[in-house]
């Protein structure tokens, strides 16, 4: 072997156990994380479309930028709910709502 072979297969062999060195370093990922990290990246579109792209990119309406943070509690909601059934102020299949359907005379 010459000596520049030899060189070459110094550097070789040095490049992948200092690679291998470096990706022990982050430690183990528990199965947890990993599932973690994918819903997260399921739930903001971080996820690569079959063209390449991520999904956000591809579909950016589905996915908004900013958190949504609901602006009633849930008591509020169930009061607004109870209410829309007694009066009859909900949505019929017709596209109708259930007091103009069914009108008490």
Request: aromatic fraction near 2%; hydrophobic fraction near 40%.
């Amino acid at each position: 072997m010459t000596r520049t072979q030899v060189s070459a297969i110094a550097l070789a062999l040095g490049t992948l156990l200092a690679g291998q060195a470096m990706a022990a370093d982050n430690g183990a990922v528990t199965r947890a994380q990993v599932k973690a990290e994918l819903a997260e990246a399921v739930r903001t579109g971080n996820i690569l479309h079959h063209s390449g792209q991520r999904m956000n990119e591809v579909y950016s309406a589905a996915y908004s930028s900013e958190q949504n943070v609901a602006s009633k509690s849930r008591e509020q909601v169930q009061k607004e709910l109870a209410e829309a059934v007694r009066t009859g102020d909900i949505a019929h299949h017709s596209g109708q709502h259930m007091n103009e359907i069914y009108v008490q005379g």
